[in-house]
């Protein structure tokens, strides 16, 4: 069973590739949610655990359903 580290790391790692995909820079990605590029910096390096409503505000502004940044391969 992976811990809690784990899935922040995994999380984390999911966000930052899907923000990439969409050539999103962490600035603009905060500012979609309304958050310093400094939280999404912390949320990439899993080092926070967020919330639902910001996992679901991540996923609007990435354009993805939200069981999508649950998807670790």
């Known amino acids: 069973m992976e811990g809690l580290e784990d899935f922040r790391i995994k999380l984390g790692r ?3 590739t899907l923000r990439e995909e969409k050539n999103l820079t962490q600035g603009k990605l905060g500012d979609l949610i ?4 400094q939280a999404i910096s912390r949320l990439e390096r899993g080092l926070v ?3 639902a409503y910001l996992v679901l505000q991540i996923a609007n ?3 993805v359903k939200i069981e999508d940044l649950f998807r670790f391969e």
Do not use: F, T
């Open 14 to 16: 999911k966000i930052k």
């Open 61 to 63: 502004a990435l354009e």
């Open 49 to 51: 655990n967020p919330s």
């Open 34 to 37: 309304e958050k310093d590029y």
